[in-house]
């Protein structure tokens, strides 16, 4: 099995800051694209940032420029960094990992269990 712990949500003010993490671990045998994903009330859940893993990345159009991610293979960990954060990012932060397994090697996709990020003054 495989398991994706997400850190790092909260409560900022409209132009602060908050790091979010994610760490994978269980039966991995490697990773494809591993990212992040958001959903706010009443919307779809979608992507905010994924990084392949020849680090190849994708952003949405809404958080270009403000949002940055980054993954360390060797520990099969993801982080976004937001900053100039807006009240439009809030939402539930969801991290999201293409994952072969090791008992398999068949390739699945694996989701976090959520961390909430509010920006409001």
């Known amino acids: 099995q495989v398991q994706l712990v997400e850190s790092g949500g909260g409560l900022v003010q409209p132009g602060g800051a908050l790091r979010l993490s994610c760490a994978a671990s269980?039966?991995?045998?490697?990773?494809?694209?591993m990212g992040w994903y958001r959903q706010a009330p009443g919307k779809e859940r979608e992507l905010v940032a994924v990084?392949?893993?020849?680090?190849?990345?994708n952003y949405a159009d809404s958080i270009k420029g403000r949002f940055t991610v980054t993954r360390d293979n060797a520990k099969n960990t993801v982080t976004l960094q937001m900053n100039s954060l807006k009240p439009e990012d809030t939402a539930v932060y969801y991290c999201?990992?293409?994952?072969?397994?090791?008992?398999?090697?068949?390739?699945?996709?694996?989701w976090g269990q959520g961390t909430q990020v509010t920006v409001s003054s």
């Open positions: 999201n990992a293409e994952v072969r397994t090791l008992m398999t090697m068949a390739v699945a996709n694996y």
């Open positions: 990084i392949g893993s020849d680090g190849k990345i």
């Open positions: 269980g039966s991995i045998f490697s990773i494809n694209a």
